[in-house]
């Protein structure tokens, strides 16, 4: 198998229909593979093999300057405000009313970067990968003779600050009983972290996610997005190649924003009910499955179970809450080398149903939610093989 993909992906020009096929039935972990597989499905990559190293330079070096813009100008003009104390009536000043005033972007920014912080945190709390300190920690924002704010910082800040707030307005008034921060449950705690000059893999994945808010205001930040980044740089991270490896940051933020503009109308509430909202997707799960079982699906239309009770999830994450890791991306390889991109995915849900059927069909209500929400099948193959079944008795 691993020649049959060195030979596709060897050509001057990748066959892209070649590759799809060959991606779909699952991409070998050996020799940075999938990676560079992931990478052409994603249309990062052209599929003239000529143009990659100029493209990649290219695309690091636009993220480096995002990096700057977006992370290290605000922080360094967060660090000079307590260096050069000039007249703040003149200056733009935290309490400047004008929404054009950097203070109110930064304050705005400061919402969404807590609310990813928290999600970040929580990858796959299962596998210590994520709390690793990365072996390319980011030099332009870890430099020791950098003074400015990082992005660490700037939540450990925030976080102190807003603690100690909610503290005094939740009516305790008396807070002498030693340091306010030491009753609340998210002590300090969470927040030791790694020696200076290092950093952990959710910090990466946390940055990421703050430029892609940043450069998306119209959809910014929505919780679920951690789950769509985090097994896309977990391969790209741990890729064998110690060049993918090394630009894992930059190149997942460039095919995070790829896969998101395929699927971000399920992340948009305003769309739920448009053709392209969830909902459509939801309701096709259960039209694919009256098709393809009847005796199902009036069962759970009977016990009037919707699909927003679980496929809501399934799809807007692409599966990723329900399997272990390594499966999920396994299941990605046939999502992402889906021709009519995510139709199979649909399919997929429908073989997760059918593959459960006998219980279902006996079960009640309560039973057959439980089921549903904590799905009970671990073999991944044998569930893409039975997508594959349905696709084709279509």
Same mark, same amino acid.
Request: aromatic content about 10%.
């Given at each position: ?21 060959? !991606? ?18 994603? =249309? ?28 290290? @100008? ?12 000039? #007249? ?15 203070? =109110? ?30 072996? &390319?920690? !980011? ?5 020791? %003779?950098?003074?400015f704010e990082t ?11 807003? %603690? ?25 705690? $969470?927040? $030791? ?17 703050f430029i892609y ?19 896309? &740089?977990? /391969? ?12 894992? $940051?930059?190149?997942?933020?460039? !095919?995070? /924003? ?5 699927i971000r109308d ?12 969830? /909902? ?12 393809? #079982? ?6 759970? @239309?009977?016990? =009037? ?15 990723? %809450?329900? *399997? ?19 139709? *199979? ?12 059927? #006998? ?5 009640? *209500? ?8 904590? &799905? ?19």
């Amino acid at each position: 198998r691993i020649a049959d993909f060195q030979e596709v992906l060897g050509e001057p020009t990748v066959a892209l229909s070649k590759l799809r096929e060959l !991606c779909f039935s699952g991409i070998p972990f050996d020799g940075g593979l999938r990676c560079l597989c992931w990478k052409i499905l994603l =249309n990062y990559l052209p599929l003239e093999k000529a143009l990659w190293s100029s493209l990649l330079k290219k695309q690091r070096d636009l993220y480096s300057q995002f990096l700057k813009e977006m992370i290290i @100008q605000p922080g360094i003009a967060k660090a000079n405000l307590g260096v050069s104390r000039e #007249d703040v009536t003149l200056e733009d000043h935290p309490l400047n009313p004008n929404p054009d005033s950097r203070w =109110n972007t930064y304050f705005k920014d400061n919402e969404v970067l807590l609310q990813i912080d928290k999600d970040v945190r929580r990858l796959y709390p299962d596998m210590a990968f994520f709390q690793r300190p990365t072996d &390319y920690p !980011c030099l332009l924002i870890l430099d020791p %003779q950098n003074e400015f704010e990082t992005l660490r910082r700037r939540v450990e800040q925030t976080t102190l600050k807003s %603690q100690t707030v909610a503290r005094n307005r939740s009516g305790v008034t008396n807070v002498s009983s030693g340091s306010p921060l030491k009753s609340t449950p998210s002590s300090l705690s $969470e927040y $030791e972290v790694l020696p200076n000059g290092c950093e952990a893999h959710w910090e990466v994945v946390e940055r990421i996610l703050f430029i892609y808010a940043k450069l998306n205001p119209g959809i910014a930040y929505v919780q679920g997005m951690n789950e769509i980044v985090g097994p896309l &740089y977990y /391969t790209f991270a741990t890729d064998p190649n110690s060049e993918w490896k090394e630009h894992a $940051e930059a190149d997942t933020f460039f !095919c995070f /924003t790829n896969l998101m503009a395929e699927i971000r109308d399920n992340f948009i509430k305003s769309l739920d009910d448009s053709q392209c909202g969830i /909902t459509y997707k939801m309701e096709k799960v259960y039209s694919t499955l009256k098709e393809k #079982d009847v005796e199902l699906y009036l069962k759970l @239309q009977e016990q =009037n179970i919707k699909p927003q009770f679980f496929a809501f999830r399934w799809l807007t994450l692409l599966l990723s %809450q329900e *399997f272990l890791l390594p499966d999920v991306i396994r299941i990605w390889d046939s999502l992402f080398a889906d021709d009519k991109r995510f139709d *199979f995915l649909l399919l997929v849900c429908c073989a997760m149903l059918t593959l459960i059927r #006998d219980q279902l069909l006996e079960g009640d *209500f309560t039973l057959n939610m439980r089921l549903l929400q904590d &799905y009970p099948i671990s073999d991944v193959h044998l569930i893409l093989k039975k997508a594959k079944e349905l696709q084709d008795s279509k």
